[in-house]
């Protein structure tokens, strides 16, 4: 299978690892749109929040809980924003799940 977080779970491709376990990996977006801005992906391939059935809850918990090591790490106390693009028009252009974590600046929407 062809698939880019794989990779670089796998170290095929290098990266930087920000947080990682036995279940997850967190490395730098490459395209960062926020002086903070961090995936967190599981480790093991699955296609997108919405193929996350069942017996997968617990792991995104796990994700979830990641974002916020990620987040304290980073020293973002003053918020930070957690994103999960699902399917194509959820905007999701990599095909195995990922957590945006972004910060470092302030992210209100609409801004101002
Ligand atoms: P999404 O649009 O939610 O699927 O997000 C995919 C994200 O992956 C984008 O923000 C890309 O910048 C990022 N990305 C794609 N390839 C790489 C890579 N090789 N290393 C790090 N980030 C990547
Ligand atoms: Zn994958």
């Known amino acids: 299978m062809d698939c880019v977080f794989c ?3 796998a170290g095929k491709i290098p ?6 376990d ?10 960062p749109q926020a002086p903070v ?13 919405d193929d996350s059935d069942a017996e997968k809850r617990a792991l995104l ?10 987040a304290r790490q980073k020293g973002l106390g003053s918020g930070y924003r ?3 693009n699902t399917g194509e028009n959820g905007g999701q252009t990599v095909d195995h799940l990922h957590l945006h974590l972004l910060g470092g ?3 209100h929407w609409p801004p101002g």
Request: charged share 15%; net charge negative.
């Open 22 to 31: 036995d279940l997850v990996y967190a490395f730098p977006d490459l395209h």
């Open 7 to 9: 990779s670089i779970v």
């Open 37 to 49: 801005h961090v995936l967190i992906v599981p480790r093991e391939h699955i296609r997108s929040l």
């Open 82 to 84: 957690v994103v999960v």
């Open 61 to 70: 918990g796990h994700l979830l809980g990641s974002a916020v090591e990620v």
């Open 15 to 20: 990266s930087t690892p920000v947080y990682q």
């Open 105 to 107: 600046r302030s992210m």
